[in-house]
């Protein structure tokens, strides 16, 4: 494997009139600009996604590239549409809770955060349903686990644990603190409704959930964004929300119960689920449904011997759009690190596509759509791709620019023993006498929280790739700072501005690196792959030529 990337990158030295660079000054721009007031937080199907698309679109185009999108009359255009259905309230939302001592009325967004529903039905007027405390809500045949036993849950509301069975004890079925799918909230949802729930509340916990309620609140407030679906009350209750940890011990304490206890019943799997006898939960609200359109941002460099095997660079163009005001009165949510600074890198990786001769495969530089809702833009690009899914080489998804100086280091989200180009990242990184750090949070799932998932799921092989922490200027600690700082004031907030004072020496090195790794993807014949035990191998192998 070595070898054939040492001949690749020859080859391309060879076949190249000058070396790719990167620019700072291009950088700076491009995330200034996408991140400006002017384009209003980049919603879908919003004045500021009309803005950002014809943006990206004209980037690609001055950067040589050819469009990948939708067939039009003599080729292609630079987007590829992709139909959502938006939901939105229609009406205020009526939450109480019911115990032996009488009602309480819950105020969305304290206590609880219901979202839009997908179900399919529009007028919710639910009654007094009893609560059931189903554990973490995981039925894997696989792993000889089922927290349902086979609880009826029809007009019920079922309370589910955040992350997975191990992330309390470190060991156990689950690959312990290590999240799997099922400890992801969207599993979560789908497997409930799948048995009958009328509603899933997931008790979130900051540390299980790797984010604060802050996120939670923020990311599913007034409106949600769904692909179109033939039934989609096979994959949504009528209720879909998170509930406190501290509202959760509440309800509990009322049915006679404490929760530390049934958290650690629900860490085996012979837990069985609790009904909270004398509780119940009333919520009411109607739903408006609109079909709105949101478009993926595609530019080509076309490959010369191999056109119809693509390597993909991708980067997500949305963001939240403008949302509830911050203390300092702020509704617009910039996203300039999420994820103006990826579409950034994005750009200038094709800038330098374009300047360099072609390689063999084809590379398909995606701007996707609608990431903040779903991973939808990239799941509707997997299944409608520009060429066969089959012959999608491997995925590289960059969320997150390194804004704050050179690293020591580089990294990506999930488990590096997974996926085979992993190890090509840390021989690369190792030529810039760098190392790889592996995911340090593990027990998050960073990686099912981006579109790099989308193409996990169809068993091509995507790496997530991060930044690293340990700065020149500063070593971990300095990283540390930054990122725990970002999380707190930034992440999913209007405070994710454009800061003059950002520092892309990192950036600059790490684009070197995706391009050296794209390249050699691009170049060689080698078809990267999921390693042994990897979840998403099963999907790959039916594919792999």
Not at 44 to 59: F, H, Q, V, W
Not at 280 to 292: E, K, N
């Amino acid at each position: 494997m070595v070898a054939g990337i040492l001949l690749a990158l020859a080859a391309t030295a060879a076949n190249s009139r000058t070396a790719p660079s990167f620019s700072e000054t291009r950088l700076k721009e491009d995330i200034e600009v996408l991140s400006s007031d002017r384009f209003e937080g980049r919603a879908p199907a919003t004045a500021g996604e009309e803005k950002t698309i014809d943006y990206l679109a004209s980037r690609l185009r001055a950067a040589g590239l050819e469009p990948g999108g939708d067939p039009v009359p003599g080729g292609r255009a630079w987007t590829q549409a992709v139909p959502l259905d938006r939901f939105a309230f229609d009406s205020p939302l009526a939450i109480s809770f019911r115990s032996i001592d009488g009602h309480e009325a819950w105020t969305q967004g304290d206590e609880i955060a219901i979202r839009p529903t997908q179900s399919g039905r529009t007028n919710i007027a639910i009654t007094d349903a009893p609560l059931v405390f189903i554990g973490y809500g995981v039925s894997a045949s696989e792993r000889n686990w089922d927290d349902f036993k086979g609880m009826d849950l029809r007009g019920k509301i079922a309370l589910v644990l955040v992350n997975d069975p191990d992330f309390e004890t470190g060991s156990g079925d689950f690959g312990g603190r290590a999240m799997t799918f099922y400890g992801r909230f969207t599993y979560k949802f789908e497997e409930a409704a799948r048995h009958g729930a009328l509603g899933v509340l997931v008790i979130h916990e900051d540390a299980a959930a790797g984010y604060g309620w802050n996120t939670v609140r923020n990311s599913n407030g007034a409106e949600r964004f769904g692909l179109k679906s033939n039934q989609p009350s096979t994959r949504h209750a009528d209720v879909e929300g998170w509930i406190r940890y501290g509202a959760a011990e509440h309800l509990f304490h009322e049915a006679g119960l404490d929760i530390g206890a049934e958290k650690r019943r629900a860490q085996g799997r012979d837990f069985r689920p609790v009904p909270l006898t004398g509780t119940s939960l009333s919520v009411a609200y109607r739903i408006g449904v609109q079909t709105v359109m949101t478009h993926n941002v595609i530019g080509l460099r076309p490959g010369t011997t191999h056109p119809d095997e693509t390597v993909i660079y991708s980067a997500h163009w949305d963001h939240l759009g403008i949302g509830p005001p911050d203390r300092q009165g702020d509704r617009i949510f910039n996203g300039a690190a999420d994820n103006a600074s990826g579409c950034a890198e994005l750009l200038e990786l094709a800038r330098a596509y374009g300047r360099e001769a072609p390689p063999r495969r084809t590379v398909v530089f995606l701007a996707s759509a609608a990431e903040e809702k779903g991973l939808l833009g990239a799941e509707f690009y997997v299944a409608n791709p520009v060429h066969p899914i089959a012959k999608a080489v491997a995925d590289i998804n960059m969320d997150i620019a390194a804004l704050h100086g050179r690293t020591r280091d580089v990294s990506s989200d999930g488990d590096e023993t997974a996926l085979s180009i992993e190890d090509d990242l840390a021989r690369l990184a190792r030529r810039q006498h760098r190392t790889f750090t592996p995911d340090p949070h593990l027990e998050n799932g960073e990686y099912f929280r981006g579109d790099q998932f989308a193409f996990a799921r169809k068993g091509v092989p995507a790496l997530a790739f991060r930044p690293g922490l340990d700065l020149v200027r500063g070593g971990r600690e300095a990283g540390r700072h930054f990122e725990e700082a970002y999380e707190r004031e930034r992440y999913h907030q209007p405070g994710d501005e454009y800061d003059p004072s950002w520092d892309f020496s990192g950036t600059i090195e790490d684009l070197a690196l995706l391009y050296r790794l794209g390249r050699w993807l691009a170049t060689s014949r080698d078809w990267p792959s999921w390693k042994a035990g990897s979840e998403f191998r099963v999907q790959r192998d039916p594919l792999a030529p």
